[in-house]
């Protein structure tokens, strides 16, 4: 009798295992961003990321270009799942952050856990820091171009950051070529390319990522020069800003768009013919015929522009992105959490000392 009454639940909890298996693998395979996502589980989120995002440009209007920037950074290398964040590589190392295209460069971390402090009170243990990450780009391009698009969301956090993985982004040297497979590894189009580049019309530079176009530094003693595509003027303007032994931790910067360095419109494209594009990879755009054709459509109008930024922004934000069960909702954006640390299985570590040292790998 009680072996009955016992027996039937556990064959009702089968039935409703494979059930709930059957039911779970195909949604878990098909888990995939989509607007709203936090609607029902932390309907504030994308409000507490807003007002994240507003505080801190009321403070300091660039870190809305940087928090634009960490979008991209994040989503091209290992996808848009935070890795660009974390501050330990749990396979020792160095990590994305620590690597020359975003240390010193990249700005906005601190706005982030601003963000994901008020998230995370709010509703604990939901929003993953790479939504935080696409929701504080869209709120900045509102903020400086009133580009306004919806972010799907449901990524989640994943748990490597490597500073080789950097290789994906694209240098400031890159010419057309580079630029277009870079961005087709992924599978973003050259328009998408020359219309995402756009961003360069807000934020700045270090001198390290333009001085080799106003300075040959292989001269003894380095020499003046203009590289094609930089209009003389504003070469030199570049050289009295940048000293020839600049290094990376040179602290000077330049804006890109120097009329309008806070406001997303597209200055960028009608810079570019009159030499005034940063880097030599923004002035590829103008050698390049078919990117050159795109640079005329965009300065020639500013709408159709935005509207493709706003598309290409939400394209770029579904790259390689982990959902569903895959990767984790991390506490605190900068670390990944306790129990998917590797590091956890260092904590022997006093008995590792006395048998010389633990084996890194
Ligand atoms: C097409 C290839 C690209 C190259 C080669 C490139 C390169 C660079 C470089 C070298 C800097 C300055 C870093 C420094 O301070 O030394 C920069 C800044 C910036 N980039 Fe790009 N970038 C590219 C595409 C993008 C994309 C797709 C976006 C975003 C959609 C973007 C947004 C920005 C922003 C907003 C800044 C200013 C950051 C700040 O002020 O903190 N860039 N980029
Ligand atoms: C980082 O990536 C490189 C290249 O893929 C690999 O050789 C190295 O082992 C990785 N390091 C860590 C700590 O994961
Ligand atoms: C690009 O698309 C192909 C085919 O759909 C897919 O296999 C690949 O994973 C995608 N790559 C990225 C980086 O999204
Ligand atoms: C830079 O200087 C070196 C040494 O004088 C010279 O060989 C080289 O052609 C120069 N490069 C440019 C771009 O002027
Ligand atoms: C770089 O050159 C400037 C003069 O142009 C000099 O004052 C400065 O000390 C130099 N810095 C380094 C690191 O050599
Ligand atoms: C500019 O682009 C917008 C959006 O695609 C379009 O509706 C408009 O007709 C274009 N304006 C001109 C002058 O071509
Ligand atoms: C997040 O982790 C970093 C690195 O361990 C630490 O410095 C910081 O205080 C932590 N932030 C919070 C809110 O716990």
């Avoid at 094609?228 to 602290?251: E, F, K, W």
């Avoid at 890109?256 to 597209?266: A, E, H, I, Q």
């Amino acid at each position: 009798m009680r072996a009955a009454r016992q027996g039937k639940p556990a064959a009702g909890g089968v039935a409703l295992l494979v059930a709930l298996a059957v039911w779970l693998l195909p949604a878990v395979a098909r888990a995939q961003l989509r607007v709203g996502f936090y609607d029902t589980t932390c309907p504030n989120a994308e409000a507490l990321v807003r007002q994240a995002v507003a505080a801190a440009f009321a403070r300091d209007a660039g870190t809305a270009a940087g928090l634009i920037r960490l979008h991209f950074h994040d989503c091209f290398v290992r996808g848009c799942d935070a890795s660009v964040l974390l501050t330990v590589n749990p396979g020792g190392g160095q990590t994305e952050r620590d690597a020359a295209p975003n240390n010193p460069s990249l700005r906005g971390f601190d706005v982030i856990d601003a963000a994901k402090a008020a998230v995370e009170q709010s509703c604990p243990r939901t929003v993953s820091c790479a939504d935080i990450v696409a929701f504080a780009a869209r709120d900045s391009a509102a903020l400086t171009g009133s580009v306004s698009y919806q972010v799907p969301a449901g990524r989640r956090d994943g748990h490597v950051s490597n500073a080789s993985d950097t290789v994906d982004l694209p240098p400031p040297t890159s010419t057309a070529k580079e630029l277009t497979d870079l961005f087709a590894a992924k599978n973003l189009s050259v328009e998408d390319m020359v219309v995402l580049s756009g961003a360069h019309t807000v934020g700045r530079s270090f001198c390290e990522s333009f001085v080799d176009r106003v300075w040959n530094r292989s001269a003894k003693p380095p020499a003046a020069i203009v590289d094609a595509g930089l209009s003389s003027s504003y070469a030199s303007l570049l050289r009295a800003l940048c000293p020839s032994n600049t290094t990376r931790a040179t602290p000077i910067t330049t804006a890109m768009d120097p009329g309008t360095p806070n406001v997303l419109d597209n200055n960028y494209y009608k810079l570019l013919p009159r030499g005034m594009g940063l880097f030599f990879s923004d002035n590829q755009l103008r050698v390049d015929t078919a990117m050159a054709a795109l640079v005329s459509s965009f300065a020639a109008n500013e709408t159709l522009w935005k509207e493709k930024f706003a598309a290409a922004m939400v394209k770029m934000g579904r790259i390689q992105v982990q959902t569903g069960t895959c990767g984790e909702v991390r506490l605190n954006c900068s670390v990944v959490n306790p129990s998917s640390s590797t590091i956890e299985l260092g904590s022997s570590a006093p008995a590792a000392d006395e048998d010389g040292g633990v084996a890194t790998s």
